[in-house]
């Protein structure tokens, strides 16, 4: 089992739609968790963290299961730029000074 | 002007041939980081620096040997490198923290072939 398994997708969503990304991770102990974002080609970027008690930024919203060891990020009203593969990275207990990454999972937003 | 850059951008090379991968920062972050990417595997750590005098191996370092000449530089070399070792090279930095999970900052990685 992978320690940081996600959906590669590709999900591909109508400009408007909303889209759910599920993570799930493997170390119950766990610490810090956070999405990035990878356009084609280029390197990640941070989206944002997430919080136990779950957190939004405008549009994205971050939720954290810690009873089933799961990460899920909601897109809103999708933009065609919001299209790119979504990293769900996690600090595992016992790597104290380490992420782990999910591989993505890719999105296409479609006009 | 980039915060982390990268050199070369692409290299194909040979095997058995020696490889330096250069990266640099202006972010003044003590934490520097060397990561590889394969399609379907995500990122996997090579190494970490968390500052001049501090190295240590990742999930992946066997092959490889980093050196870190200075807080800004940080360089990766595959001392013979072999086809699976072909992939996407990202380094990172982050700050120092409270804690060790702040935001780290990639480079445009650097796209090597081996053949």
């Known amino acids: 089992r992978k320690e940081v398994e996600q959906d590669p997708g590709p999900f591909n969503v109508p400009e408007g739609a909303t889209v759910a990304f599920n993570c799930t991770y493997s170390n119950s102990a766990s610490q810090s968790f956070f999405w990035y974002r990878q356009d084609c080609r280029k390197e990640p970027k941070l989206l944002m963290s997430?919080?136990?008690s779950g957190n939004e930024d405008g549009r994205f919203t971050a939720q954290l299961n810690r009873a089933s060891q799961y990460i899920s990020l909601l897109i809103r009203d999708s933009k065609l730029s919001d299209s790119a593969t979504y990293l769900c990275v996690v600090n595992m207990a016992g790597s104290a000074r380490q992420l782990t990454f999910g591989s993505g999972t890719q999105l296409t937003v479609l006009p | 002007d980039a915060d982390v850059t990268q050199t070369p951008r692409n290299r194909i090379t040979k095997t058995g041939k020696r490889i330096m991968l250069e990266c640099s920062q202006t972010k003044g972050h003590d934490r520097m980081y060397w990561y590889r990417q394969d399609p379907g595997l995500g990122l996997r750590l090579i190494y970490y620096s968390f500052d001049v005098k501090d190295i240590n191996k990742g999930e992946i370092s066997d092959g490889y040997s980093v050196s870190r000449q200075a807080q800004a530089k940080f360089s990766l070399s595959l001392e013979s490198a072999i086809p699976n070792q072909t992939a996407l090279y990202f380094c990172a930095t982050s700050e120092k923290g409270q804690g060790y999970y702040n935001e780290q900052f990639f480079g445009p990685g650097t796209r090597l072939t081996v053949l």
């Open positions: 997430v919080y136990s």
